[in-house]
């Protein structure tokens, strides 16, 4: 006979449970909108009991702004260790870039739910939640942007924080193409054209 006896998760650290429920939250967040999203689906998804969930969280909204805010640390923790790692400045673009596709098509979860954010907006928390992790992305964008500008690599003539929102207009235009499917035909052509449009105006180097 097959035990219906329901499997316990193995007891975790509370930082590593903390952890595997916001994981478990992503999941559900980017599947479904915010008010559809239930902690028992999330309660689920990381194989604990729903009463596990507000042993960590006060609530169903103090987990989703944690999940959120992970989606947004994961890149600009990211884009800093490249920053750091790269000395020259174009190439640290490049490996931005290249990371933030791959990192993409990896686990989409992360874009779903930056994207679905987005229409949360209206609650104030992750309003100011989105806003500090856009302006921490542009930050570190503008700043390799700079250093490019010192090298002689990147267009002198262009504002760093301009060059960081075109950086990041190109960055939201292949999100888009990903997310309704574009990726996968030759419609994409034009997103690249545009890639290519935003590297001449950041890579080319004026006196």
């Known amino acids: 006979m097959v035990s219906r006896t329901r499997r316990r998760a193995p007891?975790?650290?509370?930082?590593?449970?903390?952890?595997?429920?916001?994981?478990?939250?992503?999941?559900?967040?980017?599947?479904?909108?915010?008010?559809?999203?239930g902690t028992a689906e999330i309660a689920r998804e990381a194989g604990v009991a729903e009463p596990t969930i507000y042993r960590h969280f006060e609530s169903k909204r103090e987990l989703y702004l944690a999940a959120l805010k992970r989606c947004g640390d994961l890149v600009i923790e990211e884009f800093r260790r490249i920053d750091a790692a790269t000395p020259l400045a174009d190439q640290a673009l490049e490996a931005m870039g290249k990371w933030y596709g791959e990192a993409m098509e990896t686990d989409p979860a992360y874009l779903r739910l930056r994207q679905r954010s987005l229409a949360e907006t209206d609650d104030p928390q992750v309003q100011q939640l989105v806003r500090t992790t856009y302006q921490d992305v542009l930050e570190v964008i503008a700043r390799v942007i700079s250093r490019g500008q010192e090298q002689g690599t990147l267009n002198a003539r262009l504002s760093p924080m301009a060059g960081a929102w075109l950086f990041l207009a190109i960055g939201h235009t292949m999100d888009l193409a990903r997310l309704i499917g574009l990726g996968d035909n030759d419609e994409t052509?034009?997103?690249?054209?545009?890639?290519?449009?935003?590297?001449?105006?950041?890579?080319?180097?004026?006196?």
């Open 189 to 207: 052509d034009g997103c690249h054209g545009m890639v290519d449009v935003v590297s001449m105006a950041l890579m080319t180097a004026q006196p």
């Open 11 to 37: 007891k975790q650290a509370a930082e590593v449970r903390r952890e595997t429920l916001v994981d478990a939250a992503i999941r559900v967040f980017s599947g479904t909108a915010y008010r559809s999203a």
